[in-house]
């Protein structure tokens, strides 16, 4: 009895409060407010409905025979947008990065800390200046021990721009 309901207690907190948490206030800083492109990347698809926005853009990526392929984004909306780039991998990110700045300085890109070295290689090419950042926000969709930073917990926001 001590165990299950101890085991119900950590599961509820991990999976109920704190998993995928830091989704939620970062949407909320939005509600109702204009805002340019929101790339989200190895994150669960945003609760779009939360933006309170009746301009919004949504779109995400397309599989064509099973290779995901970023199509369907429309890369002229730089206002009021958000991409939704799922678990893809970080070519179609700086390919997504790379079509958005034919039009646009400000892209915001929104990914959880566990992945923050994937992006290592896009550094040379892109800057990354962190904007906002909760750190109320289990990923658990990353684990890749013994590399320990894929479990640590944290939400951010960064501005990204190219380097010239
Ligand atoms: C990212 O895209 C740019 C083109 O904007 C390209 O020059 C660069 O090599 C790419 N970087 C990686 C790591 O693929």
Redesign the pocket.
């Given at each position: 009895m001590k165990l299950w309901i101890t085991f119900n207690i950590t599961m509820g907190l991990i999976m109920g409060v704190f998993h995928q948490a830091g989704i939620v206030p970062l949407v909320s800083n939005f509600s109702g407010e204009k805002f340019p492109v929101h790339i989200w990347w190895k994150t669960y698809s945003p609760p779009t409905w939360m933006y309170s926005n009746s301009n919004l853009t949504v779109s995400t990526t397309n599989f064509e025979k099973n290779v995901e392929r970023i199509d369907k984004i429309p890369w002229n909306v730089v206002s009021d947008h958000v991409v939704d780039l799922k678990g893809s991998d970080f070519?179609l990110l700086?390919?997504t990065l790379?079509n958005f700045s034919k039009y646009t300085t400000s892209i915001q890109l929104i990914m959880p800390n566990t992945v923050v070295k994937r992006i290592d290689?896009?550094r040379s090419?892109w800057n990354f200046v962190k904007d906002w950042e909760t750190s109320k926000h289990l990923d658990l969709d990353h684990i890749d021990i013994p590399d320990w930073d894929t479990i640590k917990p944290g939400l951010a926001m960064y501005n990204v721009s190219l380097i010239t």
């Amino acid at each position: 009895m001590k165990l299950w309901i101890t085991f119900n207690i950590t599961m509820g907190l991990i999976m109920g409060v704190f998993h995928q948490a830091g989704i939620v206030p970062l949407v909320s800083n939005f509600s109702g407010e204009k805002f340019p492109v929101h790339i989200w990347w190895k994150t669960y698809s945003p609760p779009t409905w939360m933006y309170s926005n009746s301009n919004l853009t949504v779109s995400t990526t397309n599989f064509e025979k099973n290779v995901e392929r970023i199509d369907k984004i429309p890369w002229n909306v730089v206002s009021d947008h958000v991409v939704d780039l799922k678990g893809s991998d970080f070519e179609l990110l700086n390919n997504t990065l790379t079509n958005f700045s034919k039009y646009t300085t400000s892209i915001q890109l929104i990914m959880p800390n566990t992945v923050v070295k994937r992006i290592d290689p896009l550094r040379s090419h892109w800057n990354f200046v962190k904007d906002w950042e909760t750190s109320k926000h289990l990923d658990l969709d990353h684990i890749d021990i013994p590399d320990w930073d894929t479990i640590k917990p944290g939400l951010a926001m960064y501005n990204v721009s190219l380097i010239t």
